[in-house]
């Protein structure tokens, strides 16, 4: 099994920035992804960005270009730097570990909140 806990949510003012954290605990050899997602309220969870376990990163089309998924592996982190945040940016951010090998689970994280203010 894996726990993750993200940090590094807050409150930021338009065009600011954030780093949001997903530290990794457990069996974290297993795990073969990471990704970011949000959800803003009355939306549908949206993915925002991945990385898997060879280091090949996607994104979401809104975001492209202004937030970066990056590891530390020696600390089991996965990070997620925000840039030019927008209002619509506003969501609560969760983070997702793909785990296994012939049998695949999903772990999440408990989230956290980001609001970008106008």
């Known amino acids: 099994q894996v726990q993750l806990v993200e940090s590094g949510g807050g409150l930021v003012q338009a065009r600011g920035s954030l780093r949001l954290s997903c530290a990794a605990s457990?069996?974290?050899?297993?795990?073969?992804?990471i990704g970011w997602y949000r959800q803003a309220p009355g939306k549908q969870r949206e993915l925002v960005a991945g990385i898997s376990r060879g280091g090949s990163t996607k994104y979401g089309d809104s975001v492209k270009g202004r937030f970066s998924i990056s590891r530390d592996n020696a600390k089991n982190t996965v990070y997620l730097q925000m840039n030019s945040l927008k209002p619509e940016d506003t969501a609560v951010y969760y983070c997702?570990?793909?785990?296994?090998?012939?049998?695949?689970?999903?772990?999440w994280g408990q989230g956290t909140q980001v609001t970008v203010s106008s």
């Open positions: 997702k570990a793909e785990w296994g090998g012939l049998a695949q689970y999903d772990y």
């Open positions: 457990g069996s974290t050899f297993s795990i073969n992804a």
